[in-house]
């Protein structure tokens, strides 16, 4: 997930105004010498979709899906990165009707003042549903180094506070989670200076929580703008967003990561959401347009999303582009996810997602109809309790 944008000189001249969305930090990457490469031509697109946008929330950053509670619905992340207020919300989604409405919460500690939602995820543990929540500043201390994941019960319409995790160390940037079956959890750390993003320093790092020694551990480092992760029992997949690729990790049982290998080369990828075995990945092409959008919302910023099977001995050349759009629909585009036979697409500013139609997509096509009910399934966290389960998105 990218992003964390505010006023111009107070992010340059200000550390306690750095925003959590830094997005117009790549402008300077480009003015400071890393041009070559700041932006890319779109992919060559031909495929007929049926897309629509629809109404959800300011900034709609990030999502899970939820099928426990009610109707399946996705719950979002929503904050105004322009106007960054001291709070924003989690919205609810009914992907059967379209409508949209603010999640209440309950039981919050009267300490946690500030409300900044970012990364998202979310796991069945028994009889219930938990959703964990990057939250910046909580405290409203104005301090980018100060963040926590808030942890919260879900129920069929408010969100009811369990635990706030805190801490200085591991938690310094946070900007997406993933959550294992057994409540384990690895987070991307993005950034520590503003030149870092400048110039694409590899200072970012992914951070561990046992939940069986209930302690945190560094198990990856040297990473240029971590952003979006999934964690597979076997693997784990981060986005290194200024380093324009996507990486894998194998994974140990203890939660140790081995080396990092790059999966495939890529502009600009942000969150990556699971299809079965394969990849869903939203990526910026224009750095200079992201960065004009992000400071007035007339001007449009490309979005890409990608299918990847990382599988696949070359998978830079077999990935389908399954939707591209210059800017027009949908801007700075974020976080990608197929439930049923719909795209759904959320952005980081403005208030819209867009859902497609997406079983005519050749790429969806070429896997049978057994296949793709695997994948659906595929996407769901197995529960620790019996019968069915729904999908599960594990970051982004």
Not at 165 to 177: A, F, G, K, Q, T
Request: proline share 5%.
């Amino acid at each position: 997930m990218m992003g964390r944008t505010g006023k111009w000189d107070k992010m340059v001249f200000a550390a306690r105004d750095r925003k959590r969305y830094p997005y117009f930090m790549i402008m300077f990457s480009f003015l400071f010498g890393s041009a070559c490469g700041f932006r890319e031509q779109l992919p060559v697109y031909q495929y007929e979709q049926n897309c629509y946008a629809v109404e959800v929330a300011i900034g709609p950053e990030d999502f899970v899906l939820d099928k426990w509670n009610a109707q399946p619905r996705l719950l979002i992340s929503s904050y105004d990165r322009r106007a960054q207020p001291a709070t924003g919300d989690i919205y609810s989604f009914d992907v059967k009707t379209g409508y949209a409405k603010r999640m209440e919460r309950t039981g919050e500690p009267s300490t946690l003042i500030g409300f900044k939602p970012h990364g998202m995820d979310i796991r069945r543990l028994g009889q219930e549903t938990l959703v964990y929540i990057i939250i910046h500043d909580p405290f409203l201390h104005g301090s980018r180094e100060e963040n926590a994941i808030g942890v919260y019960r879900v129920t069929a319409d408010r969100l009811e506070f369990v635990e706030l995790m805190e801490d200085l160390v591991h938690l310094w940037s946070p900007n997406d989670l993933s959550v294992m079956e057994n409540g384990d959890i690895y987070v991307t750390n993005d950034y520590r200076r503003m030149v870092d993003v400048y110039f694409s320093l590899k200072t970012s790092e992914i951070a561990y929580y046992s939940s069986a020694e209930r302690k945190w551990s560094v198990v990856a480092s040297d990473l240029a703008f971590a952003n979006g992760i999934l964690a597979r029992p076997d693997r784990v997949f981060v986005s290194a967003t200024r380093g324009d690729c996507i990486l894998v990790f194998p994974r140990f049982d203890d939660g140790r990561l081995g080396s990092g290998r790059e999966l495939l080369k890529l502009k600009g990828p942000d969150n990556i959401m699971p299809f079965g075995d394969r990849l869903l990945v939203t990526a910026h092409f224009n750095d200079f347009a992201f960065f004009t959008h992000s400071r007035d919302k007339k001007t449009k910023s490309p979005s890409v999303v990608f299918l990847i099977d990382p599988a696949d001995p070359d998978p830079k050349k077999t990935m389908d582009a399954i939707y591209v759009d210059n800017g027009t629909q949908i801007s700075a585009a974020s976080t990608a996810f197929i439930y049923g036979d719909k795209l759904y697409i959320s952005q980081v500013f403005d208030s819209h997602m867009v859902v497609c139609e997406a079983g005519g997509l050749p790429a969806i096509q070429s896997i049978s109809n057994a296949q793709q009910q695997q994948a659906n399934d595929a996407t769901a966290e197995v529960s620790q309790e019996p019968g069915p389960v729904g999908p599960i998105q594990t970051d982004r």
